[in-house]
């Protein structure tokens, strides 16, 4: 917004985004406002990506106060007060282009671990049960019947064995991580069937999730993708392995939804598999993370692991591949 004139009681104009910005509270937002005096043009830049122009009639003026952070100076007084945190200001003497608007962006934020759940029973070495050992306090809960079975070292009760056919899932209070945003999620798993979809790591909505991170038996593939949207009949956006899961072997699996760049990615023991444009309009996905089926916030649970999981990790962010590779070596 910007003043016609040295008075708090002259024409105000404003350019701004025209959506709704109720799912982008509680995640970091990067704003860019530009002003060209030679074009007379006001430009309001969300993300790196410009959202909204226009025309600025009137005489242009020198502002001689100070500059406010986090509120508004009105003839002496503040007011309009941020609710919410701000960083990385930054103020340039002219008007960037579209082109370094996107660098100064600079993409993806930095790699926070939301959740971490180990998946050790009571005779491991350190027991961890269904607790998440983030720091977050996303801790697991689980319907149906579960064994803790030995994990890929053969470690005592190191893994988590789910019950198919008596409907076993586990899943968080909430949503660990923003499916909006950029994010990274892995997990060993054992597939011991391929009839049917077997999930093993989902976040719910109302109707379609956030994402799939499983099998899928129509292509006979490991998959990682990212619905349109979670209503209607949403159009998929799929990163899928090369080759078919090997019944009864420890595999890790790893997905990645790159905002910056527009992908979806699915890692195998390590190696990139495929990469494929994600959604064009991410969507936040506001209910819990299910390990071991799918479903919605209605109740419906599907698509149940059948087989064993272990050490199941999501981060806001892209995770390094070499970090991914790290994580399937272990």
Known sequence: MMKAADDENSTSQWTGNGTAMT???????????????????????????????????????????PMTVGCALYA??????LTGSVSGIRVWRGALAAS??????????AVKL????????????????????????????ITGPYAWTRDRGFGRDGALGLELSEGSCAE?????????????????VVLDQTT???????????????????????????????PS??????????????QAPELGKWTHLAGVYDLAKGKVRLYVDGVLQDEQDGPSSPWMAS???????????????????????????????TVDPDRIADLAAG
């Open 287 to 317: 209910g819990p993370t299910l390990v071991g089926c799918n479903g919605n916030v209605g109740g419906t649970r599907n698509s149940r692991l059948g087989g064993v999981v272990d050490d199941v990790r999501l981060w806001t962010s």
């Open 23 to 65: 799912n982008d509270v509680g995640r970091w937002t990067h704003l860019t406002a530009v002003y060209d005096a030679v074009a007379s043009r006001m430009s309001l830049y969300v993300n790196g990506k410009p959202v909204s122009s226009i025309t600025r009639t009137g005489t242009p003026w020198q502002a001689n106060g």
């Open 76 to 81: 002496g007084a503040l007011g309009d007060h």
């Open 114 to 141: 939301e959740g971490m759940w180990p998946l050790d029973g009571p005779a491991s070495d350190t027991p961890t049960y269904l607790t998440d050992w983030s720091g977050n306090g996303r801790d697991l809960t």
């Open 172 to 188: 968080t209070s909430g949503p660990a991580v923003r499916t909006d945003a950029s994010f990274t999620v892995s997990a060993w």
């Open 229 to 242: 949207a979670s209503g209607g009949t949403p159009t998929w956006h799929i990163a899928e392995s090369q």
């Open 100 to 109: 370094e608007v996107a660098a100064v962006h600079g993409g993806n934020p």
């Open 196 to 226: 049917g979809h077997h999930s093993v790591v989902t976040q719910i909505a109302t109707g379609a999730p956030g994402f799939f991170f499983g099998y899928n038996p129509g292509p006979d593939r490991w998959h990682f993708g990212m």
